[in-house]
């Protein structure tokens, strides 16, 4: 199949839709010109929208800032849809804690470490602030306020991780008084060798350096490169004999800085000086974590040591991009308080993340057969453009090379579409590449036909030649949409006690099998096993070597199961691929099985074998039987399928296996007796049923729709949005424009002007940096005591608590204004204001930890004393929207009376929104924008619960007054005081049943009530 690369159309029909959302400053005019059709996105092509409807194609040579490992519409991502979790949000369920526990021993044996703890966020520049937060809060040196970083570097765009990076640019417009980064000279190396040779007694000579007296031996300086990791060393040594920094941060390959190298014996020996002086060392992992190199982790590949020889490791860990979620990982415990433990991520992409880091982590082979085939093509190209070309880097997935002339990198930069390609400059000499283990041989032979094309042009001055169509090998992606569809309208239908028929589901099967090719599933059974038996043999016999060969006798077995799914794929009369699986306890002497949690439960299977003629390799039937035994498991009533795949040499049955939903049950160590170098066996067990959530009247905020919620076509639509992690600071379509402009609207027309984002810390991170940006240049705040505004920067941080312990920004905080207090507390603002001057005011209309509503007479004084005196007034909608604080207006902006100036909402997920007059909103592009700048599927959830509460909101004002009652009259059966409730929101006192409080979260000594629309109505019909 051959893909037909873009064209100026594409771009002219993009600029002609962008312009609508452009207008009247919405959003920043920023966005690529270029509109994604990600259903039709395939491997490292990203599939782009044109007028005529056809999609046309650019090579994503960046992988989406290296955030898709395994490219567009990898059916393994896939996978994390058929989770039901995935779709609400929940992260309490006991699935999801599995798959949290899996991940976490998962990680644990790729870092090394002992333990592994682990904190969720949203993002990578989240994962970088939160892992200060803990260096900061439990600093050894309490008087220490300073990070250390690195010339070169590039943390993030919040506050305190943008003013931790190099570039002046992107820094300087944000350095926020009191921000105190210091840089230490990095010592970059020229090529990628970054296993230098150690010279003896160098470790022992840093740990060391507290001494007094502290030289180094002057041989060591005739080497060059050695010599300038000493300069640098002996600096940071400096630095830290004045016990002002809490954290040492740098990246093991600086990637956004220009694709530097350094070598694993700088960081052994920084590693050892940080910890000499108490000082945690972060490696940010953000972009290199998840194999970007050759290990799963960059920082392994330095095999850091102590000088006894133990492995030393980083005190944390950060990671985002192919991870999919902001996460911070260390082997010491976090030791969490109240403020850290609230965690606010997408379930959704930490299960992509989790499917994505195992499948990646089995590709390891595939990816260093990538850098090899990157290698002989890098070679070539600068060989043949060595006048103008310098410095080429390579490693595992990552490759960069350097040009002689800024000039040209902006000019390769400026064509780059010209020639159908995405790739990004680093630094200013570099041009950065990303591939993903969707690269083929071919693939990457074209990604240097067309840079050679363009060299000829840039270079050498000839006429522009790109190659404007590429061969594309592979099966097609829009079959695997239809399996995936199909297999997520079945769980929906179960969810509603409407389990299909195995005849009607073997209809559906082959209405896709044949769609694709003349082949014909059908069910093996007792009636039918004698005329398939030889068949069976002769397949197994001509795949396999004897010692990998089923037994007849466990094939009969199988298909006179009572749930067993036992298939056959024929093709004509040929047999090309079976599929056999029965219940686990009919095979007790499988290596294992034993320790199957389900292993008593005949309606627990497992897989006995999945084989494909070897005939017919590569054309996805393996898949295909997979995806048909599924489903026809759960037309018989089958609760789980479990089976085993060999670590890395089962790696294709794996992806999979885990494209239908499976998940790591245990991993198994030494369990093939035998000489290859993969011993290893995953235990994977795959549930085929949705159970219905536990009732939880206390989760709206993460969670605004529930599994009721939920229809086909809503699953079938953001299926593709769910698949595919994007940076919607560049590419976008039309849907999410439409999403963001649609939610936007529910504000005042002057507070239209607005930003996505990834989560409650960066909405306040980026509603900050607009005021401080357009308005002057004061860091102080005002709040609340008790208001919260996320837990993931310094900013929100220092908003959120009022004890001071994570104070980095200075914030006055007040009472907690109350019908008692409030006019008391009015006037210690007005003295506040006046004595001082003030970034901006900072409240939630209701606090979200325990739904204490703010008395409306206090912000309608507030909004008043604010515009007197010239000081933003700043909301957090997140507990008071959908019409929770008053129910005539969906949000409390809304109120002439009280509008303020800007503010944001969480939306649950990684979905955030800011929205702002125009005073404050900065229009200039790339000024606020962050990579990922939230996500797609969470802004699509959100705004499904928020069009059912619209369009139906009288039905929703009834069902929150039933609901009020039912609760009222059913907490007055028991030990219940101070009942709050106001539209649907509140808190209470006191003792009730069990059974009855785990349905709310317990803060503060109170219940929290603040649950969807969808577990109101749940509460209202049980306690009927």
Not at 76 to 91: C, K
Not at 719 to 747: E, I, R, Y
């Amino acid at each position: 199949m051959k893909l037909e690369l873009i064209n100026k159309e594409n771009q002219s029909y993009a600029e002609e839709v962008l312009k609508d959302f452009y207008e009247n400053d919405m959003i920043p005019a920023e966005k690529k010109t270029y509109l994604t059709d990600l259903e039709g996105s395939t491997g490292p092509y990203l599939g782009i929208s044109s007028k005529d409807g056809k999609t046309r194609y650019l090579m994503d040579a960046a992988s989406q800032i290296a955030t898709l490992g395994l490219g567009f519409n990898s059916s393994v991502l896939m996978g994390a849809s058929q989770f039901l979790e995935s779709w609400t949000n929940d992260s309490s369920s006991k699935t999801y804690q599995n798959i949290r526990s899996s991940l976490e021993k998962f990680l644990k044996r790729k870092t090394g470490w002992s333990k592994v703890y682990t904190s969720f966020c949203n993002s990578g520049a989240e994962a970088t602030e939160m892992s200060l937060g803990y260096c900061y809060k439990r600093r050894f040196n309490r008087k220490a306020n300073k990070v250390l970083a690195f010339e070169g570097s590039f943390h993030g765009r919040m506050i305190v991780a943008l003013n931790s990076t190099w570039n002046k640019a992107k820094r300087e417009p944000f350095e926020f008084p009191g921000i105190n980064t210091t840089f230490a000279p990095y010592p970059q190396l020229d090529d990628d060798n970054i296993n230098q040779a150690i010279p003896q007694g160098w470790r022992e000579l840093w740990d060391q350096a507290p001494k007094n007296k502290f030289s180094v031996p002057s041989e060591w300086k005739n080497d060059p490169i050695l010599k300038s990791e000493i300069e640098c060393l002996l600096k940071v040594r400096e630095y830290l004999m004045k016990g002002e920094y809490f954290a040492v941060l740098l990246e093991p390959m600086q990637c956004e800085g220009g694709d530097k190298y350094s070598s694993g014996r700088f960081h052994n020996a920084l590693n050892l000086m940080a910890k000499s002086f108490k000082v945690p060392y972060i490696s940010d992992e953000v972009q290199t974590g998840f194999n970007l190199g050759r290990e799963f982790f960059w920082h392994t590949q330095f095999d850091m040591k102590d000088t006894k020889g133990n492995p030393l490791f980083p005190d944390y860990v950060i990671c985002a991009k192919k991870a999919q979620v902001g996460m911070v990982i260390s082997p010491c415990d976090f030791g969490k308080d109240h403020i850290e433990a609230q965690e606010q991520f997408a379930v959704a992409s930490s299960i992509r993340g989790y499917l994505h880091g195992l499948s990646i982590d089995q590709m390891q082979p595939k990816t260093l057969m990538i850098e090899k085939w990157v290698r002989e093509e890098l070679d070539r190209f600068l060989n043949k453009y060595k006048a103008f070309t310098e410095k080429s880097r390579c490693c595992g997935l990552a490759f960069a090379f350097d040009l002689k002339s800024k000039d040209h990198v902006n000019t390769f930069v400026q064509k780059r579409f010209d020639y159908g390609l995405l790739f990004y400059p680093a630094g200013q000499m570099t041009l950065r590449f990303r591939m993903n283990n969707s690269f083929s041989h071919d693939d990457v032979k074209f990604l240097f036909q067309q840079l050679s094309r363009m060299a000829d042009e840039i270079f050498l001055g000839e006429e522009a030649n790109p190659i404007m169509e590429v061969e594309l090998g592979g099966a097609s992606i829009h079959q695997t949409y239809k399996w995936q569809r199909l297999i997520l309208k079945t769980k929906l239908m179960g969810l509603r006690n409407e389990t299909p028929s195995t005849d009607f589901m073997l209809s559906e099967i082959n209405s896709i099998i044949q769609t694709e090719k003349d082949h014909t599933l059908l069910i093996v059974d007792e009636s039918n096993y004698s005329s398939f038996k030889d068949r069976i043999q002769k397949l197994q016999v001509e795949t396999y070597e004897p010692t990998r060969q089923t037994s007849e006798e466990r094939f009969r077995l199988a298909s006179g199961s009572k749930y067993g799914v036992c298939l056959g794929l024929l093709k004509g009369d040929e047999l090309i691929a079976i599929s056999f699986a029965s219940s686990l306890k009919d095979h007790p002497l499988e290596r294992a099985l034993r320790r199957d949690p389900n292993f008593e439960d005949p309606q627990a299977l497992y897989t006995l074998d999945t084989t494909v003629a070897k005939a017919y390799h590569g054309q996805g039937l393996g898949r295909q039987m997979k995806y048909a035994l599924k489903l026809l498991a759960m037309a018989k009533g089958a609760k789980t399928i479990s089976g085993r795949n060999r670590d890395r040499l089962a790696a294709a049955m794996l992806n999979i296996n885990l494209s239908v939903g499976s998940y790591q049950l245990f991993h198994i160590e030494e369990d093939y007796p035998d000489f290859e170098d993969f011993r290893d066996v995953i235990y994977y067990t795959t549930e085929l049923a949705w159970a219905k959530p536990e009732m939880s009247l206390s989760n709206r905020t993460l969670a605004p729709n529930g599994h009721c919620d939920l229809n086909p076509e809503f699953l079938a639509e953001n299926l593709p949005s769910l698949a595919n992690k994007m940076c919607l600071s560049n590419f976008v379509d039309q849907k999410f424009l439409s999403t963001v402009k649609d939610l936007l609207a529910d504000f005042p027309e002057d507070l239209r002007h607005g930003y996505s984002c990834s989560g409650q810390s960066e909405c306040v991170d980026k509603l900050a940096k607009s005021i401080w940006y357009s308005v002057h240049k004061n860091p102080k705040n005002i709040s609340f005591k008790g208001h919260f505004f996320g837990n993931g920067s310094f900013m929100s941080r220092s908003l959120s608590d009022e004890t001071g312990e994570h104070g980095f920004f200075p914030v006055t905080h007040l009472d907690h204004p109350t019908e008692d207090n409030w006019k008391e507390v009015l006037k210690e603002l007005q003295h506040e204001i006046e004595n001082d001057q003030y970034l901006g005011v900072w409240i939630e209309p209701i606090r979200q930890l325990d739904m204490s509503v703010v008395p409306r007479e206090f912000l309608v004084e507030l909004r008043k004393l604010t515009l007197e005196n010239g000081i933003p007034l700043l909301y957090n909608e997140t507990a008071s929207s959908q019409f929770s604080y008053d129910n005539k207006y969906f949000y409390a902006s809304c109120d002439n009376e009280i509008s303020p100036d800007g503010g944001f909402v969480f939306l649950g997920g990684q979905a955030g929104l800011v929205f702002m007059c125009k005073e404050v909103f900065v229009a200039t592009p790339l000024m606020m924008i962050s990579t990922w700048d939230g996500d797609q599927l969470s802004f699509s959830l959100y705004q499904q619960a928020k069009k059912l509460i619209l369009e139906n909101h009288k039905d929703y004002k009834k069902d929150v007054k039933d609901f009020e009652k039912k609760l009222i009259t059913t907490l007055k059966q028991f030990q219940t005081s101070d009942i709050n409730l106001k539209n649907g929101r509140g808190s209470f006192k006191g003792n009730i049943p069990r059974s009855l409080s785990t349905l709310f979260k317990f803060y503060n000594g109170k219940y929290i009530v603040n649950g969807n629309w969808s577990a109101m109505n749940t509460f209202t019909e049980q306690f009927s």
